[in-house]
Each structure stands twice: as C-alpha cells, then as structure tokens.
C-alpha cells in the first residue's frame, strides 16, 4: 500500500496508521489509491448517533481498513463524502468484510443510496463454524483465533459518535474493533474451505436481509413485554397499537422510544380506565406540548367507546404451528445443525400466535428472526416457501 502523508493521521494499532479523512478531495485521494494498489479485500464498519439519545441513528464514522492502513471518513461533514469511492464499494470483484452486516448495508442504502455487494459478514462464518453459541463476539473470535484479548468498551460503542472532535477512546475503540476484521476473516474462511462448509457460507451471505424492520415497535417485541400475557385481548391489541404511537412520536422527536414512553407505562397505559397523566413519571420531564400531544394521539385513536378487536389467535390455522415444526426438522437434517439452534420451540409457540393478515406481515416476522438469530439466515427463505407451498 502507497503510504500517503496526505491524510491526517490520528492513531495507530500495532504498526497499522490510522487517518481521519473530512473532505471529499481526500476520500477521492483514497480512492486513487485503493485502485492503484488493486485492493481485493476491504474491511467496513459504521459508527452511528447513539440510540440511547437519539431515535435516529444516523451514520457518523465510516471506517474502510485494508491490510495497511486504516481510513477514518467523516460522514457529518458531507453527506456525499464517501461518493467517490463509490464504484469501489460497490463493485462485486472486491470483497467488503462486514461484522453483523444487515444494520450496516440498511444504512448504506437508507442514508448514502449505495448497494453494496460482495459482501461477507464474519458472523455468517462463525455461526456456521461454532453453532452451538449462537452469535459470536469480535473479542471472543480474536481470542479464540490469535489468543489474543482486544480492547473493546461497550461504553465506547453506546457513545455520541456525533460529537467533534472525537474522542481518544472512541477513536481507539473504533481502531482496535476493525483492525481485527480481516485478519478473523481470513482466519474463519481457512476453516470454512476444511471443513468443506464455504458453500454454506457464500448462500448465507447472499441471504443476508435487505430489509431490516425496527425492532421497538414490532409486534413480536411487543408481546414480549412482561406482564403482556396478564392482559385481556383488547388490552393486548391496545399495547401493540400504543407502541406504533410511541414509535412514530419517538420519529418525530428524534428520541429514544423509551424516552417518550417506557414499556410498563405502555402496559399500564393499555389497562382500562388508565390516563397518560397517572403514568408519567417526574424523570419524563416533557413540555406541556409534548404531554398534550401524546394525550391527544391516544385519545384520538382510543375514545371512550369500547374498543373492538378479535382474538389473536383466530386468524391463523391450526396448521401453522405443525408446519413449522416440520420445517425446521427437515432444515435440521439437511444442514446437519441441531433444531433448537435453528429455532426453539418456545419460539415456534410465539411465531404461532401472531396475526398474519398479510404476505407483509409474514415477511417482517421472517425479518425479524434473521436479526435476532443469524444463524436462521440459511432457512427462512426455505421457510417461506414451505409455508406458502403448504397454506393451503
């Protein structure tokens, strides 16, 4: 790689510099470089707004790492900063290694208007490799890989990466995290190719969700909240519809769901009789505007009338908790993976009870699951059509 004292450097790892790069000039330099030095292989992350703070998680940082060096693109500066690098991103010839990459392929889509293709996500790897803990940590792959134990602050990560200039342990958090992606990758793809599994690793990234659903409003989320099943069936559909509203409140406010309403005020909120003002809290300190507005969305959608629902579990056929368990035996014996490890049975039970009134409401659950488990990425495009080939 052609060392450039053009760029800004702000750290290093090991004997690898890091640059910060905030002007499109400077990104189009790199570019030069990437396709000077004919790079095949580039590591990629994203730093976003906190969402702890913030409801909308913009992309703050872009990180792009190859063997010697690591570029650091400020992505608050211009919003098209990262244009020029463009066809490089998305050129299918090179490889872009990603660490869990349906959230960061969402925001290259929603925020930047890229598709990014050759993608390969470390986690597919090691889901394959070592199914039986799930979802792999970064630290615990580099330990296992290189015996080696990394610096990685989850406060770092939950951070306001929106804040300039960054700070020294931010800036050694985001270092440290993506140095190591490459390096693991190459390590896990060497075991793949042994254990004649790097087949099964192409399909799972070619399966990778190109839509990721918002995970505080779904139902599925929502029926999770404890005390749900101690409700009437009204006041369920009550809390699910209460959770739409506070999602699209949490939106416009560009705040935190849990900042416009927690979970037990939403469940309190859904009990009959109950008003928004018996369940705010003095640490809500929301204006008058804010307590109004609430209170008249939820009026507005819930007067006084009773509310009339059907009970959640009429719509779906006795069938479907059938079909899902033979679905996941046959993926069981033809990936050679334990069923629980493709999906529990407790899980089955919960996808049993949701309402489909629609092919999309079907397809946000299957989402849904992707995300939360990645090791179903393998399966449930099977599942989809195994469900509709056997609906009727």
Same mark, same amino acid.
Request: contains cysteine.
């Given at each position: 790689?052609?060392?450039?004292?053009?760029? *800004?450097?702000?750290?290093?790892?090991?004997?690898?510099?890091?640059?910060?790069?905030? $002007?499109?000039?400077?990104?189009?330099?790199?570019?030069?470089?990437?396709?000077?030095?004919?790079?095949?292989?580039?590591?990629? /992350?994203?730093?976003?707004?906190? %969402?702890?703070?913030?409801?909308?998680?913009?992309?703050?940082?872009?990180?792009?790492?190859?063997?010697?060096?690591?570029? #650091?693109?400020?992505?608050?500066?211009?919003?098209?900063?990262?244009?020029?690098?463009?066809?490089?991103?998305?050129?299918?010839?090179?490889?872009?290694? #990603?660490? /869990?990459?349906?959230?960061?392929?969402?925001?290259?889509?929603?925020?930047?208007?890229?598709?990014?293709?050759?993608?390969?996500? &470390?986690?597919?790897?090691?889901?394959?490799?070592?199914?039986?803990?799930?979802?792999?940590?970064?630290?615990?792959?580099?330990?296992?890989?290189?015996?080696?134990?990394?610096?990685?602050?989850?406060?770092?990560?939950?951070?306001?990466? $929106?804040?300039?200039?960054?700070?020294?342990?931010?800036?050694?958090?985001?270092?440290?995290?993506?140095?190591?992606?490459?390096?693991?990758?190459?390590?896990?793809?060497? *075991?793949?190719?042994?254990? /004649?599994?790097?087949?099964?690793?192409? %399909?799972?990234?070619?399966?990778?969700?190109? !839509?990721?659903?918002?995970?505080?409003?779904?139902?599925?989320?929502?029926?999770?909240?404890?005390? %749900?099943?101690?409700?009437?069936?009204? !006041?369920?559909?009550?809390?699910?519809?209460?959770?739409?509203?506070?999602?699209?409140?949490?939106?416009?406010?560009?705040?935190?769901?849990?900042?416009?309403?927690?979970?037990?005020?939403?469940?309190?909120?859904?009990?009959?009789? $109950? =008003?928004?003002?018996?369940?705010?809290?003095?640490?809500?300190?929301?204006?008058?505007?804010?307590?109004?507005?609430?209170?008249?969305?939820?009026?507005?959608?819930?007067? /006084?009338?009773?509310?009339?629902?059907?009970?959640?579990?009429?719509?779906?056929?006795?069938?479907?908790?059938?079909?899902?368990?033979?679905?996941?035996?046959?993926?069981?014996?033809?990936?050679?993976?334990?069923? =629980?490890?493709?999906?529990?049975?407790?899980? &089955?039970?919960?996808?049993? !009870?949701?309402?489909?009134?629609?092919?999309?409401?079907?397809?946000?659950?299957?989402?849904?699951?992707?995300?939360?488990?990645?090791?179903?990425?393998?399966?449930?495009?099977?599942?989809?059509? %195994?469900?509709?080939?056997?609906?009727?």
């Amino acid at each position: 790689m052609t060392n450039n004292t053009s760029f *800004k450097q702000i750290f290093k790892v090991n004997s690898t510099p890091v640059y910060w790069l905030e $002007t499109v000039e400077e990104v189009a330099l790199l570019g030069d470089i990437l396709k000077k030095d004919s790079i095949k292989v580039l590591a990629i /992350d994203q730093e976003r707004a906190p %969402y702890n703070k913030y409801y909308h998680q913009i992309p703050c940082l872009l990180q792009i790492a190859t063997q010697d060096l690591i570029a #650091f693109i400020d992505l608050l500066n211009d919003r098209n900063i990262s244009e020029p690098i463009r066809n490089i991103l998305e050129d299918p010839s090179i490889n872009k290694i #990603f660490f /869990d990459a349906p959230w960061d392929l969402y925001y290259f889509r929603e925020y930047m208007n890229m598709e990014i293709t050759g993608i390969k996500d &470390i986690q597919v790897a090691s889901s394959l490799l070592y199914p039986t803990i799930g979802t792999a940590s970064l630290i615990s792959l580099v330990k296992d890989e290189y015996d080696i134990d990394i610096k990685k602050s989850k406060k770092q990560q939950k951070s306001d990466w $929106t804040k300039r200039p960054l700070k020294n342990q931010q800036i050694e958090y985001a270092s440290n995290e993506i140095a190591w992606f490459i390096p693991v990758y190459e390590a896990l793809i060497n *075991k793949l190719r042994q254990k /004649d599994l790097f087949p099964f690793f192409q %399909y799972g990234n070619g399966r990778i969700p190109l !839509e990721v659903p918002h995970p505080e409003y779904l139902p599925m989320n929502i029926r999770r909240i404890k005390g %749900y099943d101690t409700l009437s069936n009204k !006041e369920k559909h009550k809390l699910i519809q209460l959770g739409i509203i506070r999602d699209h409140l949490a939106q416009e406010w560009n705040r935190p769901v849990f900042h416009v309403l927690t979970n037990q005020q939403l469940l309190n909120l859904s009990r009959k009789g $109950t =008003r928004l003002q018996m369940v705010l809290t003095p640490r809500q300190r929301f204006s008058k505007k804010a307590v109004n507005q609430i209170t008249r969305v939820i009026e507005a959608t819930y007067p /006084d009338t009773p509310l009339e629902t059907t009970d959640a579990n009429s719509k779906n056929t006795p069938q479907l908790k059938q079909l899902l368990l033979n679905w996941r035996y046959n993926a069981s014996k033809k990936h050679k993976i334990p069923k =629980r490890f493709i999906i529990s049975a407790n899980e &089955i039970e919960e996808f049993n !009870e949701q309402v489909f009134t629609s092919e999309d409401d079907l397809l946000k659950t299957l989402w849904f699951i992707e995300c939360q488990k990645p090791k179903c990425k393998l399966f449930t495009s099977d599942l989809q059509e %195994y469900l509709r080939s056997n609906s009727s």
